[in-house]
T-cell receptor, first 111, second 112 residues
């Protein structure tokens, strides 16, 4: 089983829709969780961290489910500009270890 | 704003050439990373460094080496470039103990 898995999509949704992605991780000792956004031919950019209590930033909500070992990203009122690939990233062990990335979920928001 | 810069956006090299990819960050980050990104394979970690002159192998170090002589600079070296090293190379940096990385714009390397 891969350490971090995502549905590659694509998710094609109309403007204004609510869309949610999940990302599962295999190591129960994973400590820190993040969502990145990557536009075509650009570098990944940190979107938000995922805390145990959840994290909301405008239309974006990230949640962590430790029991089922997944994190989620919810986007409300989708905009055309939300079209991108969304990568989840996990710190697998405690301490200063590198991020492990999922392969990303492609989102296309359609007018 | 965190700034991570990479020496080239696009690079074309021939098989067997020695290739240097440079990465510089201006936020005094302790951690620096080199990834490559390929369609269908996602981001894969090549090497990382937690301090000057320190390096650790990532998941795919074969065919690569790195150098970190100064805190702000982390270089990736392809000793003898091969066609299977054609890829997008992304450098990232972060603070010690505060995970989450900031990426440079990437270098798209083509080896012919």
């Amino acid at each position: 089983r891969k350490e971090v898995e995502q549905d590659p999509g694509p998710f094609n949704v109309p403007e204004g829709a609510t869309v949610a992605f999940n990302c599962t991780y295999s190591n129960s000792a994973s400590q820190s969780f993040f969502w990145y956004r990557q536009d075509c031919r650009k570098e990944p950019k940190l979107l938000m961290s995922v805390y145990s209590s959840g994290n909301e930033d405008g239309r974006f909500t990230a949640q962590l489910n430790r029991a089922s070992q997944y994190i989620s990203l919810l986007i409300r009122d989708s905009k055309l500009s939300d079209s991108a690939t969304y990568l989840c990233a996990v710190i697998v062990n405690s301490g200063n270890t590198p991020l492990v990335f999922g392969k990303g979920t492609r989102l296309s928001v359609i007018a | 704003d965190v700034k991570v810069t990479q020496s080239s956006r696009y690079l074309v090299k021939r098989t067997g050439e020695k290739v240097f990819l440079e990465c510089v960050q201006d936020m005094d980050h302790e951690n620096m990373f080199w990834y490559r990104q390929d369609p269908g394979l996602g981001l894969r970690l090549i090497y990382f460094s937690y301090d000057v002159k320190m390096k650790e192998k990532g998941d795919i170090p074969e065919g690569y080496s790195v150098s970190r002589e100064k805190k702000e600079r982390f270089s990736l070296i392809l000793e003898s470039a091969s066609t299977n090293q054609t890829s997008m190379y992304l450098c990232a940096s972060s603070w010690l103990g505060l995970p989450g990385g900031y990426f440079g714009p990437g270098t798209r390397l083509t080896v012919t």
